[in-house]
């Protein structure tokens, strides 16, 4: 069974970082693109970043450039998103997609 499980989310100051993981499980990871996505409440789900199946290409939104990381650990089956200099705009909920499968997400919230 094809599963991916978000964590990390939760509640963080603007101006904070935050590191979402994705677990990974019955799909061969290592071979597989895998993407980040977001949708706030009242919007259309949008992509944040992407990685290639050997972590060599990444691919990000304009809105997230030169704040957010994407990587992953195959070892781990893990995806991973580091997120630094957060803004309210940032809230939403997160999702990892790959193998045609989506996370149950997890929950960013930026406020003061």
């Known amino acids: 069974q094809v599963q991916l499980v978000e964590s990390g989310g939760g509640l963080v100051q603007p101006g904070g970082s935050l590191r979402l993981s994705c677990a990974a499980s019955g799909f061969a990871f290592r071979w597989f693109t895998m993407t980040w996505y977001r949708q706030a409440s009242g919007k259309e789900r949008e992509l944040v970043a992407s990685?290639?199946?050997?972590?060599?290409?990444?691919d990000y939104a304009d809105f997230v450039k030169g704040r957010f990381i994407i990587s992953r650990d195959n070892a781990k089956n893990t995806l991973y998103l580091q997120m630094n200099s957060l803004k309210p705009e940032d809230t939403a909920v997160y999702y990892c997609y790959g193998s045609e499968t989506w996370g149950q997400g997890t929950q960013v919230t930026v406020s003061s």
């Open positions: 990685i290639s199946n050997t972590g060599g290409s990444t």
